[in-house]
């Protein structure tokens, strides 16, 4: 018995399968990603992308979803771009933010005297605007993960978390 998913490659989106990884490119730019794995075959047909397995096995049918689902957040990366929303939230000492080479710098949290560092890599764009921040970018993996770095960089130790709400906090994903 042979289990597959269909997607559909939208238009204006061009998807290649080569030596195992899946190359898809759109107006927004190109991503890849390896999608190799034992028992999984890929291919493209018809304008779809068919990931396909013959096994019965739990762990292989589930990594044919995972699949689908990055290969779906691929397509819709290339022709619009994944936008966090965070916003800064302090009580008891103003939070100064700055963008210096590559990461935001956080000045000033809960008093500290040492800056705090998130790092933001290349293909994420950042905007401060006042006490919010927005990252935008075109894979949603790499967005993500920013904005989770940011708002772990800015994570209260050793204070009790219910007086100390500070930090810069994720408040919208698109």
């Known amino acids: 018995m042979i ?8 238009e204006g989106v061009n998807a290649e399968i080569t030596g195992g990884k899946l190359v898809v490119s759109g107006k927004k730019g190109t991503l890849e990603r390896l999608m190799r794995y ?16 013959e096994s019965q ?10 699949y689908a689902s990055h290969a779906k957040n691929m397509f819709r990366g290339v022709n619009e771009e994944y ?19 590559g990461k935001l710098e956080i000045v000033n949290f ?13 293909g994420v764009k950042m905007k401060i605007a006042g006490d919010e921040i927005t990252l935008t970018g075109i894979d949603k ?3 993500g993960t920013t904005a989770s770095r940011i708002e772990k960089a800015t994570k209260v130790r050793g204070r009790d978390t219910r007086v100390f709400q500070d930090g810069i906090y994720i408040v919208s994903k698109a």
């Open 3 to 10: 289990t597959e998913n269909r997607i559909e490659i939208p």
């Open 83 to 101: 936008e966090f929303g965070m916003k800064v939230v302090y009580s008891h000492f103003p939070i100064q933010l700055k963008e210096i080479g």
């Open 141 to 143: 993996e790499l967005v």
């Open 110 to 122: 809960l008093g500290e005297k040492e800056p705090r560092y998130a790092d933001i890599p290349e």
């Open 57 to 66: 096995r739990k762990k292989i049918y589930a990594m044919l979803g995972t």
């Open 38 to 53: 034992p028992g999984i075959t890929i291919r493209i047909e018809d304008g779809e992308l068919i990931i396909s397995t």
